[in-house]
C-alpha cells in the first residue's frame, strides 16, 4: 500500500467520524421505530437558528430496513404557531432524508405533533424559534436617515456640479461663438435674396417660352424689385421705373450695370403696359443680362465688406 | 383703335397741345405746373381749383388759356354780397313784350374764372358747383346747356381766412384737381419783372379751337390702361381710406379718406399725363404724378396730422411709398 493511500484513507475516517460527532451533538437523540424496521438517526434544521416568518427546513436522516416503506406526508397536521408546506423524501447512500419546510410565527420552543410518513413517524420534535427583540436593547433606536442606494452622493455631486459647470460653460461657449454666428446668420441673411433671386430667375429661364410676354415681364420685374427691395432696404416695390432710376444710381458701382437694368426696366413696362410683344430670345438675353448684373453686384457688396477700408459701411 | 394709328394721332394732338402750351407760356413766366394743371383739367373734364397767394398770375393763366383756345372767357370775383343769379342769369321783365325773358349770367362762357370762391356764400358756391356738375343751368322754368368745353377754375387764397365761406368737403370733391401756385423761382421772377417793366407782358396766340378740345379729349380717350393700373388707382384710393391706426401707418393722419369719384379723376388724369409723355399707354408713374394734385383737396386730415404740422401732400407721399405699384 502506499504512503498516499494510506493518509486518503486515514483523512476519510477522520471526516466521517468529526461529522458522526457533529450530528450527536447538534441533533436530538437518535429514535427508532416500535417494530424497529427504522431507525431515526438524526434531526437537522436549516437553517440552525431561525426566526418568526423563516421558512425553515426539517431535515430528518432515517435509515430503514428494506420492508419499510418511507413516503413524504400526504397531509400536515394543523398547529397554533405556524404552518407546514410541503415534504419530500430524498434516498441517499444506504439511508433516507426527509425534508419538511415550514414556517413558524411565534417565538419560543414549539412542540411538533407526530409526522407520518409512510412507515416512518417523526415524534417527539421541537422547534426553538428566537425573536428578533431578544437581547436587544429595552428603548427603541433612534430612527435611520434616509437610506441611500450605492453611489448616490456621487451622482448627486455629479449633477450639481453639472448644473452649475454647464450654463457657465454654455456662457462662455455663447459669447465665444456669437461672433462667428453673427457672421454666419448675416451671411445667410444677406445672401437670401439673391438666393430666391436665382431660383426665380431660373424658373423665368424655363418657363421664357411657354409664358406670354406680359406675364414674363411682369414675374420677372416683380422678382427683381423684391430683391432691390431687400438690397437698398426700401420699399422699391412702390417705386416706378423712374424713381428707381435713382436706386440704381446709387447702387451700381458700375453705370453700365444701373443703365443695363434701368434698360430692362423700361423695356418691361412697354411690355406690361403698352402690350408690346418680344421674342424668346429678347426674354433670355434680359435674364442673362440680369444674372451677370446681379452676380457682379454681390460680388462687390461681398468684396467691400472684406476690405477694412469698407468696415464701416 | 390699332397701336399705330392711336400712336400717329397722338402724335398730332400733342403737336396742337405743344402750341397751345408754347403760347401761354410765352405770356407767363414760369408756373409750369400751374399751366399743366389747368390744360390736365380741361383735358380730363373736369375743373380745377388754383390755391395761392395774390400776385402769382393765375388769372393771368387762365386769361391765356382763353386766348389760346379761342374760347370765351367770363371771370366772376366771388364777394360776400353776390347772389346765385349774379352767377347763372335770372329772368328779366321786358316792357316792350310784357314778358319774362332769361338773361343767361356770366356762367355761360367755355372757361369760367371763380376768382376767391370761398368768399361767397355756401347758396353761391352750390349755384356755380351744380352748374359744374351738371354742365346746365336752369332759369325760371327752362333749362339750358352750358357751352362745350365748359371749365370752371375757381382760385382761393390760403392765407386770409377771415370772412371766407370755406368750401365743404362734398364740393371740393367736384373739382378733379387742387393746384398749388406757387412762388416762381428768383430767375422767372426777374424775367416777370423785365417784361413788367418793358410794358410787355406778352400776348398770347391762338392754338386751339373749342373742337379741338373735344379731339384731344376722344385721343385721350383711347389711351390705354392696363387692369393692373386700374387695381393700382383703387388700391390707392381704398389705401387713403383704411383704418389702422398703426404707430407708422400713414393712415393716422388720415380722417376721411378719398371718395371713389377720386378714382375715376385719378384714372382720367392718369390718361393725359400719359398724353403729355407723348405715351399711348399708362403707367404706374403716371398715376404717382396726378396723384397729390387730385387727391389732396380729398383727403381731410387728423387731429394728429396738425398737431405733426403735416399737409396732405406730406401724407400723399406716404400712402405713394406704401401701396405697391405694379
Redesign the interface.
Known amino acids: 500500500m502506499k504512503p498516499a493511500d494510506l493518509f486518503g484513507r486515514r483523512r476519510r475516517r477522520f471526516l466521517r467520524r468529526a461529522l458522526f460527532l457533529f450530528l450527536c451533538a447538534f441533533s436530538p437523540a437518535p429514535f427508532s421505530g416500535a417494530d424497529g424496521r427504522y431507525t431515526v438517526e438524526g434531526i437537522q434544521f436549516i437553517p440552525p437558528a431561525y426566526y418568526v416568518g423563516d421558512r425553515v427546513e426539517l431535515r430528518a436522516v432515517v435509515r430503514a430496513s428494506s420492508g419499510a416503506q418511507v413516503l413524504a406526508p400526504k397531509q400536515f397536521p394543523r398547529v397554533e404557531w405556524g404552518e407546514f408546506h410541503e415534504a419530500s423524501i430524498v434516498p441517499r447512500d444506504g439511508f433516507i432524508e426527509i425534508h419538511i419546510f415550514f414556517t413558524a410565527y411565534q417565538t419560543g420552543d414549539k412542540t411538533v405533533p407526530n409526522l407520518v410518513c409512510g412507515d416512518v413517524v417523526l415524534q417527539g420534535l421541537n422547534v426553538s424559534v428566537r425573536s428578533l427583540t431578544e437581547g436587544a436593547p429595552q428603548e427603541p433606536a433612534p430612527p435611520h436617515g434616509n437610506l441611500l442606494l450605492p453611489s448616490t452622493r456621487l451622482i448627486i455631486a455629479l449633477a450639481a456640479g453639472l448644473l452649475i459647470v454647464l450654463p457657465l460653460a454654455g456662457l462662455a461657449g455663447f459669447v465665444w461663438l456669437r461672433p462667428w454666428l453673427n457672421k454666419v446668420i448675416a451671411y445667410y441673411r444677406q445672401r437670401r435674396p439673391y438666393r430666391k433671386l436665382k431660383k426665380d430667375l431660373a424658373l423665368l429661364r424655363g418657363r421664357a417660352g411657354e409664358a406670354d410676354s406680359r406675364q414674363f415681364y411682369i414675374s420677372f420685374l416683380d422678382a427683381l424689385k423684391r430683391y432691390m427691395n431687400r438690397h437698398v432696404r426700401a420699399n422699391c416695390l412702390a417705386f416706378t421705373t423712374r424713381e428707381l432710376e435713382a436706386v440704381f444710381r446709387a447702387s451700381f458701382e458700375d453705370s453700365r450695370d444701373g443703365r443695363g437694368f434701368l434698360d430692362i426696366f423700361r423695356f418691361g413696362d412697354e411690355v406690361k403696359f403698352g402690350g408690346r410683344e418680344c421674342s424668346r430670345e429678347k426674354r433670355l438675353q434680359d435674364l442673362g443680362l440680369a444674372s451677370a448684373i446681379l452676380w457682379r453686384l454681390e460680388n462687390s457688396k461681398s468684396a467691400a465688406k472684406k476690405d477694412p477700408r469698407h468696415a464701416d459701411l | 383703335m390699332d397701336?399705330q394709328q392711336l400712336q400717329e394721332e397722338l402724335g398730332s394732338a400733342r403737336g396742337l397741345y405743344s402750341q397751345a402750351r408754347e403760347n401761354i407760356s410765352a405770356a407767363i413766366v414760369g408756373q409750369r405746373d400751374m399751366i399743366d394743371g389747368l390744360f390736365m383739367g380741361i383735358l380730363a373734364g373736369g375743373h380745377v381749383l388754383l390755391e395761392g397767394v395774390p400776385g402769382l398770375a393765375k388769372t393771368l393763366a387762365v386769361k391765356s388759356l382763353a386766348q389760346a383756345i379761342d374760347a370765351s372767357f367770363k371771370r366772376i370775383q366771388f364777394t360776400p354780397d353776390l347772389l346765385p343769379a349774379d352767377l347763372t342769369g335770372t329772368l328779366v321783365y321786358r316792357q316792350q313784350t310784357g314778358e319774362f325773358v332769361p338773361r343767361k349770367g356770366p356762367v355761360f362762357s367755355n372757361i369760367v374764372l371763380a376768382d376767391e370762391i370761398n368768399r361767397a356764400p355756401a347758396k353761391v358756391q352750390s349755384a356755380l358747383l351744380e352748374a359744374m356738375e351738371e354742365k346746365q343751368v336752369t332759369i325760371g322754368d327752362n333749362t339750358y346747356p352750358l357751352p362745350d368745353p365748359f371749365f370752371v377754375l375757381a382760385t382761393q387764397n390760403p392765407i386770409e381766412h377771415e370772412g371766407t365761406y370755406p368750401l365743404p368737403e362734398a364740393q371740393l370733391d367736384r373739382f378733379i384737381l387742387k393746384v398749388l401756385v406757387r412762388y416762381p423761382l428768383v430767375e422767372e421772377e426777374l424775367e416777370i419783372l423785365r417784361r413788367a417793366g418793358r410794358g410787355n407782358l406778352g400776348a398770347v396766340s391762338r392754338a386751339l379751337f373749342p373742337g379741338d378740345i373735344r379731339r384731344l379729349q376722344d385721343v385721350i380717350g383711347n389711351i390705354?390702361v392696363?387692369e393692373?393700373?386700374e387695381l393700382y388707382i383703387v388700391s390707392l384710393v381704398s389705401a387713403s381710406r383704411e383704418k389702422q391706426r398703426g404707430h407708422n401707418s400713414y393712415s393716422r393722419y388720415i380722417e376721411f379718406g378719398a371718395s371713389p369719384r377720386a378714382a375715376i379723376y385719378l384714372y382720367r388724369c392718369a390718361k393725359v399725363q400719359a398724353f403729355f409723355e407723348g405715351?399711348?399707354?399708362?403707367?404706374?408713374?403716371d398715376v404717382?404724378a396726378v396723384a397729390p394734385a387730385v387727391l389732396r383737396h380729398r383727403i381731410v386730415l387728423s387731429y394728429e396730422a396738425e398737431s405733426d404740422e403735416l399737409r396732405a401732400d406730406d401724407v400723399i407721399k406716404n400712402l405713394?411709398?406704401?401701396?405697391?405699384?405694379?
Open positions: 397701336i390705354g392696363d393692373r393700373i405715351r399711348a399707354y399708362v403707367m404706374p408713374e404717382k405713394l411709398g406704401a401701396v405697391s405699384v405694379p
